[in-house]
């Protein structure tokens, strides 16, 4: 049995627009009508333009005045920027379907756009359009354009001074190339009106807000939430924007566009310190500076610049890590002194002028400043550094100039100068070192000086090392990277001697010889043949630049002894240097010192109740060096 089934062909039936011809200020909107009127889609119709009719009037007139086309070009800017002063233009068009005639620009696919205020105009070339030569090509593309501005609302015949230019391009390029493909989209200018200038709001600008927000941004530091802002001599703080009413202009559908009247937000409703801030004022705006370095602070609804802070503790919970600069000239105290609590918290990081902290410095915590006083202790994993250091109890590392500790536990101190009343355990580092109190287990190391006043342990080390002065450890550094530079630069020079020697000795007869010929050939008057001048100069530049080498290699000889001299003067510094002890030595004790040339330590260890309280290191007859007690009054 077989099965058959009816199948009902359906047929699409094609609307098609019989040709109308239309007067309207708004194509689109005719447009729009007829497709409603079909029940089809706008994308359907297409139009052209038979007739364009131009009409202006100001205040003064109450009809509409027709004006030529060609002469809308030439209404002045005054007259386009008057509020009552009105354009608008009247299309006679034919609007019919899309599918009647194939458009020769048919592949040429446009969309029309323009900025926020109308004011530019842009065309915009799709990827993948197509365009083809034909005669009359160059008025074609004039009417596609024009339709397409049209049908946006924009106005022809004005602001349009480029299209003139624009289509000739086109044209040009396509006549000569017969088919132009766009391999990617283009937009291309075709309208500019004038375009109002904007109106500026009264705004109140925080500047050194900003600036804490822009330096948070660049640290991306969670913990550094400004605090304390520091601000510098003649700074910019605040700016207030004075409002300015805005320039009118003229869209390219020929609307006046009226300036909006400008908002008077954030007016100055605060007061300055006139002692600390002031005030430069113009047409523009007012400006508020900073008269002296240190950190804004706004209390009572007045600014002012401060240089002393009290904060009860610097921790994550509260402040979090204050970095203002160590040439902020801020100086902050902190007045937590519980021993029990942190007055500077863990991970914190804390750079002014000048600290203070009544209690201690916690886990990880860094401190930077010029002068630093700790009442409390150091963490051991926290670090100090400044010029001046006085800490109580230290068991972190600190790094200064001049440091004083009352107590060292287990901490380290770096400095030039440092002073420490009672060290229980640890490492200290610096030029001139004095211990009041000496436990056991201390390791001093010092460039100069190291004074012990009551010895009252022992296991402790005393290193004489001349490297430990900041300065002399730079020179020896940059020293020993030039000598061994200009070490590696002699052999190469050494060399190139030996090379140009074995040269020069090979050819020294057969130079002779040509010295001589050359000689007798003067005497009577003969030319020189060329040959033997040729030899001549060739083995003259030899000598030259075996006699340059010699010099180069000579005076990298006297840059190696200058070199050597300074590390020598270097050296002989140490003997200079002295360890003090003016107590009784208790258990086992060394003292050592490092010496740069040969690199080498001497050991000298002193005997329990040793009589000596003086040492240094002595260079013997034959150059060799050893720790020796001295007959010198303490």
């Not at 913990?223 to 605040?238: A, F, H, P, T, W």
Request: hydrophobic fraction near 35%.
């Amino acid at each position: 049995m077989a099965l058959f089934s009816n199948a009902k062909k359906a047929t699409s039936i094609v609307k098609k627009v019989r040709p109308t011809v239309v007067k309207t200020e708004n194509v689109a909107k005719e447009i729009a009508s007829i497709a409603k009127e079909y029940d089809i889609k706008q994308e359907s119709l297409d139009f052209n333009i038979l007739d364009v009719r131009s009409y202006i009037r100001d205040s003064a007139a109450k009809e509409w005045e027709e004006i030529e086309n060609q002469n809308l070009r030439d209404i002045d800017k005054e007259k386009l920027l008057d509020p009552d002063f009105q354009i608008k233009q009247v299309y006679e068009v034919e609007i019919f379907s899309r599918f009647r005639n194939k458009d020769s620009l048919e592949e040429f696919k446009i969309a029309i756009g323009a900025n926020a205020t109308i004011c530019k105009v842009f065309m915009q070339v799709k990827e993948g359009s197509v365009l083809h030569y034909f005669p009359t090509i160059r008025e074609d593309l004039k009417s596609y354009i024009n339709k397409h501005k049209v049908r946006a609302g924009i106005l022809i015949y004005i602001f349009d001074e480029m299209l003139e230019d624009t289509v000739s391009k086109l044209a040009a390029k396509v006549q000569v190339e017969e088919i132009v493909t766009y391999e990617k989209t283009e937009t291309i200018l075709i309208a500019q009106s004038i375009e109002p200038t904007r109106t500026l709001d009264g705004t109140l600008i925080l500047h050194y807000k900003q600036k804490a927000k822009q330096e948070s941004e660049k640290k991306v530091d969670y913990s550094n939430r400004g605090y304390i802002q520091s601000v510098y001599k003649d700074e910019l703080l605040i700016e207030y924007v004075k409002p300015r009413l805005g320039q009118p202009g003229r869209d390219c559908r020929g609307r006046y566009i009226e300036p909006k009247q400008p908002d008077e937000k954030n007016p100055i409703d605060f007061e300055i310190d006139e002692a600390t801030i002031y005030v430069k004022e113009d047409e523009n705006s007012i400006k508020f500076f900073a008269k002296e370095n240190g950190y804004i602070a706004f209390e009572n609804n007045k600014y002012m610049i401060k240089s002393e802070a009290d904060v009860d503790e610097v921790s994550f919970r509260t402040t979090g890590s204050i970095t203002v600069g160590t040439d902020s000239d801020v100086n902050l105290v902190v007045t937590e002194a519980d021993a029990i609590k942190d007055a500077i918290g863990t991970g914190m990081r804390v750079e002014v002028s000048e600290l203070d902290v009544e209690g201690n410095v916690g886990n990880e915590a860094y401190v930077k400043a010029n002068k630093v006083n700790v009442g409390g202790q150091t963490h051991k994993t926290s670090v100090i550094e400044a010029d001046e250091i006085d800490i109580n109890v230290h068991k972190g590392e600190a790094v200064g100039k001049n440091v004083k500790i009352t107590r060292l536990e287990h901490g380290v101190v770096r400095g030039e100068n440092v002073y420490v009343s009672q060290a229980m355990g640890g490492r200290v580092y610096g030029e001139n070192v004095v211990i009041d109190i000496c436990t056991s287990y201390i390791k001093v190391y010092a460039s100069n000086k190291i004074e012990i006043k009551k010895m009252r342990g022992s296991e402790n080390v005393f290193v004489i090392d001349p490297l430990q002065r900041s300065k002399t450890r730079e020179n020896f550094e940059k020293n020993k990277e030039e000598i061994e530079e200009i070490k590696s630069e002699m052999k190469r020079y050494k060399k190139s001697i030996e090379s140009a020697t074995i040269v020069v000795k090979k050819n020294h007869t057969v130079f002779n010889d040509i010295k001589r010929r050359l000689v007798q050939y003067k005497k009577k008057g003969i030319k020189f043949p060329e040959a033997y001048v040729k030899q001549y100069k060739l083995f003259q530049s030899q000598i030259d630049k075996l006699k340059e080498l010699k010099e180069s290699y000579k005076k990298l000889e006297e840059k190696l002894h200058l070199l050597s001299s300074q590390t020598d003067s270097l050296q002989y510094s140490i003997l200079d240097a002295r360890v003090v002890n003016r107590d009784e030595w208790k258990g086992y004790n060394e003292i050592r010192a490092k010496l740069i040339d040969p690199p080498m330590e001497l050991v000298y260890k002193p005997r329990e109740k040793e009589p000596f309280h003086v040492y240094g290191i002595v260079e013997d007859e034959e150059g060799n060096y050893e720790i020796k007690p001295l007959k010198e009054d303490i």
